[in-house]
């Protein structure tokens, strides 16, 4: 589950440059395709976080970082979906990608760094 998780925001991550290099040039349809997958890509990055989180649930000392690291994650898909938006719009979007580097940098430093599944198996 910790793979499929990774998994799923690295390629958030991948799609959310992609629509936005679409939504820059211009290219208004594909760049909707595009953010439409994105936005399934989102309800897979749910289903694993929101898996991952209810381990911490059974019991353990965990449980509020791993709360705080989800609430994080949502404010990361929160933020790639202002960004997206506001771009496809061409107004300005520099508080999204203000939020999206904050969010970013606590999820990942709650996700590597203070809770215990990592890459390794
Ligand atoms: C794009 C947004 C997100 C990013 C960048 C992100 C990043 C990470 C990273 C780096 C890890 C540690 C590696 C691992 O154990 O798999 C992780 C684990 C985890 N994530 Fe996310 N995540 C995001 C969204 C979410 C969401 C929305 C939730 C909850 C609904 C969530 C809940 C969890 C939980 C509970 C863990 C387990 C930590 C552990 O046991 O070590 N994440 N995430």
Known sequence: MAHMHITAWALALI???????MYKQGKA????IVHMILRLDYLFILYTGGSLLANY????????EAIVKALAGLWV??????????TSKAKP???AWIQL??????TLVL???????GILP
């Open 29 to 32: 349809k594909p760049g909707k």
């Open 93 to 95: 979007a520099k508080g």
């Open 15 to 21: 799609l959310l440059i992609v629509a936005l290099v």
């Open 77 to 86: 898909i929160i933020s790639m979906e202002m960004i997206l938006v506001k």
């Open 111 to 117: 996700g590597f760094g203070r809770l215990p599944l």
């Open 57 to 64: 649930f059974g019991g353990g000392d965990m449980l509020p």
């Open 101 to 106: 580097v904050i969010a970013l940098l606590i």
